[in-house]
């Protein structure tokens, strides 16, 4: 079956393979999403819609049982019909609050922007992962809440022969200091790497150091077997980045998220 680079990355956000073993996965035909006590909203998501309308209002209502006293997030791509669902989903408190373009590469037809006196390194000790949550802390102005088992876990996910989550860090190299964060998710079945939560912390954007970082996340991406990398991209911020890398632009995809009141 021929997929268009809007499936296929859809398609990347119904492989739970990654997920902690205290998140629950849900995984129906018509819908997919995860459930945690945890309050990050990558554990209480929905990541795919495919039911009929008149089904529409009952799958909203179960989500936001089960999501009660969490934030709960919906991603909704054009890649369905989706008045019903919208409709639904703003009855239920759910508001939309961050609009994505699909972005995408042939990892053979990237040529990466030079860098100057950046190093990656891909995270493979303590220190790295380390070094990793502090950077994404800085860029994406969220406190690092993970815990030693977090660690533990993260650390062997995407160290282990074969991994498919793969990390990396770029440093200033004359300092040694973190300053860049990303990683990439591979799923062979697709031949494609998901590329997620790349970030600079603010004093050393214009450097090059996503350049450097993306660089060896498509090279990883490459040898683990992917012919194409992207993400979903946010309209006003990372999308024109990767636009300026060559990147092209597909379809969109909105985040509807929902506080735990419903408001």
């Given at each position: 079956?021929?997929?268009?680079?809007?499936?296929?990355?859809?398609?990347?956000?119904?492989?739970?393979?990654?997920?902690?073993?205290?998140?629950?996965?849900?995984?129906?035909?018509?819908?997919?999403?995860?459930?945690?006590?945890?309050?990050?909203?990558?554990?209480n998501?929905?990541?795919?819609?495919?039911?009929?309308?008149?089904?529409?209002?009952?799958?909203?209502?179960?989500?936001?049982?089960?999501?009660?006293?969490?934030?709960?997030r919906?991603?909704?791509?054009?890649?369905?019909?989706?008045e019903?669902?919208?409709r639904?989903?703003?009855?239920?408190?759910?508001?939309?609050?961050?609009?994505?373009?699909?972005?995408?590469?042939?990892?053979?037809?990237?040529?990466?922007?030079?860098?100057?006196?950046?190093?990656?390194?891909?995270?493979?000790?303590?220190?790295?992962?380390?070094?990793?949550?502090?950077?994404?802390?800085?860029?994406?102005?969220?406190?690092?809440?993970?815990?030693?088992?977090?660690?533990?876990?993260?650390?062997?996910?995407?160290?282990?022969?074969?991994?498919?989550?793969?990390?990396?860090?770029?440093?200033d190299?004359?300092?040694?200091?973190?300053?860049?964060?990303?990683?990439?998710?591979v799923?062979?079945?697709?031949?494609?790497?998901?590329?997620?939560?790349?970030?600079?912390?603010?004093?050393?954007?214009?450097?090059?150091?996503?350049?450097?970082?993306?660089k060896?996340?498509?090279?990883?991406?490459?040898?683990?077997?992917?012919?194409?990398?992207?993400?979903?991209?946010?309209?006003?911020?990372?999308?024109?980045?990767?636009?300026?890398?060559?990147?092209?632009?597909?379809?969109?995809?909105?985040?509807w998220?929902?506080?735990?009141?419903?408001?």
């Amino acid at each position: 079956m021929d997929l268009s680079m809007d499936e296929i990355v859809e398609r990347t956000q119904w492989d739970f393979f990654w997920v902690p073993e205290d998140v629950a996965v849900v995984d129906r035909p018509e819908i997919a999403y995860l459930h945690s006590p945890r309050h990050g909203l990558l554990y209480n998501a929905v990541t795919r819609t495919r039911a009929t309308p008149e089904r529409v209002g009952e799958l909203v209502q179960e989500v936001t049982g089960v999501h009660a006293g969490v934030r709960s997030r919906w991603l909704v791509p054009d890649t369905i019909p989706s008045e019903e669902l919208e409709r639904a989903l703003d009855d239920a408190g759910y508001t939309p609050v961050q609009r994505h373009h699909t972005c995408t590469i042939a990892v053979d037809a990237y040529r990466p922007k030079p860098a100057q006196d950046i190093v990656v390194h891909p995270v493979d000790s303590t220190q790295r992962l380390r070094d990793s949550w502090s950077v994404m802390a800085q860029a994406f102005g969220r406190p690092n809440d993970r815990s030693e088992a977090d660690l533990v876990q993260e650390l062997e996910e995407c160290s282990k022969p074969g991994a498919r989550v793969q990390r990396f860090v770029a440093y200033d190299e004359p300092s040694g200091e973190p300053i860049s964060a990303g990683g990439v998710n591979v799923y062979p079945t697709l031949r494609f790497g998901f590329l997620w939560a790349g970030g600079t912390i603010p004093e050393a954007r214009g450097r090059g150091a996503y350049s450097a970082l993306l660089k060896a996340r498509t090279i990883r991406a490459r040898e683990l077997g992917a012919t194409h990398v992207g993400l979903y991209a946010v309209v006003d911020t990372s999308a024109p980045i990767v636009m300026r890398q060559g990147f092209e632009k597909h379809g969109s995809m909105t985040y509807w998220d929902r506080h735990p009141s419903g408001a």
